[in-house]
């Protein structure tokens, strides 16, 4: 009987000091290395074959990197890119808010527009803004159906490739932005609102000072994303004759028949781009998550600890 107690205690004392950190040990690490090692030795494998491939033509891809007509092109696609950004974020910021809104016209016409945005491709709307004047050879200000037109334009002097890449790529992405800054106003607490609605905050107020700040945290990574997105998406300009990277560098292979050299010229730029942008989210999302770390630390701080080991921990004196 004695020593079935003893038994008895002497498991309790193992499973305790399993629990303690005291006693952690780290797993062995030798298959890891041989992990790493082998991953290395792949990658090294890989990049000593393409850089001594001499069909990758190096030598071009140097020469034509920093070339003035492919760094305007590469200036294009960045002021595309913000300026459709800009608008996007704005006009689905808009959309959101009418999604979310109780007024029945508000919800179904931005619904319409989400809908009609993402379910139709880019290239086919930024083909359809190009050729808007075959629909509508002018466009007019005036009272619709009757009344007089104040002015009027052609359409073809207000549609040239550079609007109608604004349009179809800021139109789209409102979209796409509008269902992202919904759902991070959805993911802020319901007590938030409560409480702004206490202090007798207007909607819009609430939205500015307390809402958005704290959808901030849902919304920057699908954003960042989107960004992303968006760059590679100016690519599809070069099918109405926008100047951007890609064209200007097809526009250099179509001369020189060096297709694949002007290719990697264009992806290591997009690389450049993005990995920037990579980084600059990073940070934007520790700005934001600083509130969620500072609560997780102090939480991890005050964890109880648990009775067992307390009780059965080695040195315990009592």
Same mark, same amino acid.
């Given at each position: 009987?004695?020593?079935r107690?003893?038994?008895?205690?002497?498991?309790?004392?193992?499973s305790?000091?399993? %629990?303690d950190?005291?006693?952690? =040990?780290?797993?062995? =690490?030798?298959?890891?290395?041989?992990?790493?090692?082998?991953?290395?030795?792949?990658? *090294?494998?890989?990049?000593?074959?393409?850089?001594?491939?001499?069909?990758?033509?190096w030598?071009?891809?140097?020469?034509?990197?920093?070339e003035?007509?492919v760094?305007?092109?590469?200036?294009?696609?960045?002021?595309?890119?913000?300026?459709?950004?800009?608008?996007?974020?704005?006009?689905?910021?808009l959309? *959101?808010?009418?999604r979310?809104? $109780?007024?029945?016209l508000?919800?179904g016409?931005a619904?319409?527009?989400?809908?009609f945005f993402?379910?139709?491709?880019?290239?086919?709307?930024?083909?359809?803004?190009?050729?808007?004047?075959?629909?509508f050879?002018h466009?007019?200000?005036?009272?619709?159906?009757?009344?007089?037109?104040?002015?009027?334009?052609n359409? $073809?002097?207000?549609?040239?490739?550079?609007?109608?890449?604004?349009a179809?790529?800021?139109?789209?992405? *409102?979209?796409y932005?509008?269902?992202?800054?919904?759902a991070g106003l959805?993911?802020?607490?319901?007590g938030?609102?409560?409480?702004?609605? *206490?202090?007798?905050?207007? =909607?819009?107020?609430?939205?500015?000072?307390?809402?958005?700040?704290?959808a901030? %945290?849902?919304?920057?990574?699908?954003?960042?994303?989107q960004?992303?997105s968006?760059?590679?998406?100016?690519?599809?300009?070069?099918?109405?004759?926008?100047?951007?990277?890609?064209?200007?560098?097809?526009?250099?292979?179509?001369?020189?028949?060096?297709v +694949?050299?002007?290719?990697?010229v264009?992806?290591?730029?997009?690389?450049?781009?993005?990995t920037v942008?990579?980084?600059?989210?990073?940070?934007?999302?520790?700005?934001?998550?600083?509130?969620? %770390?500072?609560?997780?630390?102090i939480?991890? %701080?005050?964890?109880?600890?648990?009775?067992? +080991?307390?009780?059965?921990?080695?040195?315990?004196?009592?």
């Amino acid at each position: 009987m004695t020593r079935r107690v003893s038994d008895n205690v002497g498991d309790a004392s193992s499973s305790a000091r399993q %629990r303690d950190v005291r006693y952690a =040990r780290a797993p062995g =690490r030798l298959g890891y290395r041989l992990l790493w090692v082998l991953v290395l030795f792949i990658a *090294a494998d890989a990049i000593w074959i393409v850089a001594n491939n001499p069909n990758f033509e190096w030598q071009v891809v140097v020469q034509w990197f920093t070339e003035a007509s492919v760094i305007r092109g590469l200036g294009v696609t960045l002021g595309l890119t913000v300026i459709s950004m800009v608008l996007g974020v704005a006009l689905g910021l808009l959309l *959101a808010v009418a999604r979310l809104s $109780n007024h029945g016209l508000l919800r179904g016409v931005a619904g319409l527009y989400i809908w009609f945005f993402r379910g139709t491709p880019l290239l086919v709307q930024l083909i359809f803004w190009y050729n808007l004047s075959t629909l509508f050879p002018h466009v007019t200000l005036g009272f619709p159906l009757v009344g007089p037109v104040y002015a009027s334009w052609n359409t $073809n002097d207000l549609i040239t490739p550079l609007t109608a890449a604004i349009a179809g790529l800021a139109l789209n992405e *409102a979209a796409y932005m509008a269902e992202i800054i919904r759902a991070g106003l959805l993911s802020v607490d319901a007590g938030q609102v409560e409480t702004t609605q *206490a202090f007798g905050m207007s =909607r819009a107020r609430a939205l500015r000072r307390i809402i958005i700040t704290q959808a901030m %945290r849902s919304i920057i990574p699908p954003t960042g994303n989107q960004l992303i997105s968006t760059i590679k998406a100016t690519s599809l300009v070069s099918v109405i004759a926008m100047g951007d990277l890609l064209y200007s560098v097809q526009s250099v292979y179509n001369r020189t028949f060096e297709v +694949v050299p002007m290719l990697i010229v264009a992806v290591i730029w997009y690389l450049i781009i993005t990995t920037v942008l990579n980084v600059a989210q990073s940070a934007i999302e520790r700005y934001y998550a600083r509130g969620t %770390r500072r609560n997780e630390t102090i939480t991890r %701080r005050r964890a109880p600890q648990d009775p067992a +080991v307390s009780q059965l921990a080695p040195g315990d004196k009592s």
